[in-house]
């Protein structure tokens, strides 16, 4: 139980910072325009919090990942650091006023229901649905 809980927490982190990055680098980028490539724009982006919430989020994606794939199997975890698809379509449609139509619609589903899927084989895979003591022999040390 430890073992998913850390899992839970690790991909909740994931997801977070993954989405974080994606709406600011959305909103530094609607504060970018125009564009001129001279001093003044530079001054103009790097003033926004955006940029830096950008960056923050992922050196925060990227540093969770690598702990991640440290102690989770790679199937489920490939899979699941693409969730921030479904959730920075969910943020767009309420930050940015984006359409949510059914191919979006279906495109998350198919994407949260291939990472259950990958989810349970791989638990299943390892074992984590037997008891903790079966199958070990009580005269090891």
């Not at 709406?23 to 001129?36: E, S, V």
């Not at 279906?106 to 079966?134: M, Q, R, W, Y």
Request: contains cysteine.
């Amino acid at each position: 139980m430890k073992r998913r809980n850390f899992y839970l927490a690790g991909f909740l982190a994931l997801l977070s910072f993954d989405t974080l990055a994606q709406i600011c680098f959305k909103y530094a980028g609607t504060y970018a325009l125009p564009l001129d490539f001279e001093l003044s724009w530079f001054v103009r982006l790097f003033s926004r919090p955006w940029v830096y919430g950008a960056i923050f989020g992922y050196l925060g994606a990227f540093v969770t990942w690598m702990s991640l794939l440290k102690y989770a199997p790679v199937g489920p975890s490939f899979a699941a650091s693409h969730l921030e698809l479904v959730s920075v379509t969910l943020f767009s449609v309420w930050l940015f006023n984006e359409p949510l139509n059914a191919y979006k619609l279906l495109g998350g589903s198919l994407i949260v229901l291939g990472v259950l899927c990958l989810a349970k084989s791989e638990g299943k895979e390892s074992g984590e649905d037997k008891d903790p003591g079966e199958g070990k022999d009580s005269r090891a040390v």
